[in-house]
């Protein structure tokens, strides 16, 4: 009996490995963060709940709601975001589930970031960007949190345009409180000059794109553009995952 039972969890052990199931998938089974389904281990959000996310078909609409936070700018060139956030909706969850929480996970701002440029890719909104430049975290904050969420949208990002990314330029100087935690009037002043640009030099006529997590009032990238505008003939576009409505 015994080794019966032994034989048929060898069998039971073998019918795994063929099925390329680890004893870790077994008892921590790789989840889909919006909808639970098991999924396998190299993605990370479920085809299905890909698809359904609310895409803002901003990259191809001109003069969109996120260009309209900065058209004042005499060097802004495009602005987009991928998906529409809505407060609990999936979008929102997922979103906190990349940032927050013992088990954030930055892969999936990694994975939203690389579906989006396959998408952005079939328009032009991508021609003629130099550089991805990821919105820095304050290294105090970096520390926390252990990664930087717009890091890891621009690596997805380069890892399908090719266009590469550079985390040296733009830093944040000032650890300012939560955006999310600003009221609406009070986040341009919440981020006033929380920014710097070393070796500015660097990007003479550089065309870069400013990359974030969620743009809500765009106080954010506006304090990043504050800093680059000075640097001649360096032109901004700038791109989110999520946009508020
Ligand atoms: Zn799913």
């Given at each position: 009996?015994?080794?019966?039972?032994?034989?048929?969890?060898l069998n039971f052990l073998c019918y795994l490995r063929g099925m390329k199931v680890s004893m870790k998938d077994l008892f921590?089974?790789?989840?889909?963060?919006?909808?639970?389904?098991?999924?396998?281990?190299?993605?990370?959000?479920?085809d299905n709940c890909l698809a359904d996310l609310p895409r803002t078909e901003q990259a191809t609409m001109r003069g969109n709601?996120?260009?309209?936070?900065?058209?004042?700018?005499?060097?802004?060139?495009?602005?987009?975001?991928?998906?529409?956030?809505?407060?609990?909706?999936?979008?929102?969850?997922?979103?906190?589930?990349?940032?927050?929480?013992?088990?954030?996970?930055?892969?999936?701002?990694?994975?939203?970031?690389?579906?989006?440029?396959?998408?952005?890719?079939?328009?032009?909104?991508?021609d003629g960007i130099d550089v991805l430049l990821p919105v820095p975290l304050h290294p105090k904050r970096l520390r926390e949190?252990?990664?930087?969420?717009?890091?890891?949208?621009?690596?997805?990002?380069?890892?399908?345009?090719?266009?590469?990314?550079?985390?040296?330029?733009?830093?944040?100087?000032?650890?300012?409180?939560?955006?999310?935690?600003?009221?609406?009037?009070?986040?341009?002043?919440?981020?006033?000059?929380?920014?710097?640009?070393?070796?500015?030099?660097?990007?003479?006529?550089?065309?870069?794109?400013?990359?974030?997590?969620?743009?809500?009032?765009?106080?954010?990238?506006?304090?990043?553009?504050?800093?680059?505008?000075?640097?001649?003939?360096?032109?901004?576009?700038?791109?989110?995952?999520?946009?508020?409505?």
């Amino acid at each position: 009996m015994i080794y019966a039972n032994k034989f048929a969890y060898l069998n039971f052990l073998c019918y795994l490995r063929g099925m390329k199931v680890s004893m870790k998938d077994l008892f921590f089974p790789h989840c889909c963060p919006i909808c639970d389904d098991v999924i396998e281990s190299q993605q990370v959000i479920c085809d299905n709940c890909l698809a359904d996310l609310p895409r803002t078909e901003q990259a191809t609409m001109r003069g969109n709601m996120t260009e309209g936070l900065f058209m004042k700018e005499a060097k802004f060139v495009r602005g987009a975001t991928f998906l529409f956030f809505e407060k609990d909706a999936p979008v929102q969850n997922l979103l906190h589930k990349m940032k927050y929480g013992m088990f954030a996970n930055p892969l999936i701002g990694y994975a939203l970031a690389k579906e989006a440029a396959y998408e952005f890719m079939q328009s032009d909104f991508f021609d003629g960007i130099d550089v991805l430049l990821p919105v820095p975290l304050h290294p105090k904050r970096l520390r926390e949190r252990g990664f930087n969420q717009a890091e890891w949208i621009c690596k997805g990002l380069s890892d399908v345009t090719g266009i590469p990314m550079d985390t040296t330029h733009l830093t944040r100087i000032l650890n300012n409180a939560h955006q999310a935690q600003t009221a609406g009037e009070k986040r341009s002043d919440n981020v006033k000059n929380i920014f710097a640009v070393n070796h500015p030099e660097e990007l003479f006529k550089k065309h870069v794109l400013l990359v974030d997590d969620i743009i809500t009032t765009g106080a954010t990238l506006q304090a990043c553009i504050d800093v680059l505008r000075p640097i001649r003939k360096c032109h901004f576009s700038v791109f989110g995952i999520g946009k508020t409505r």
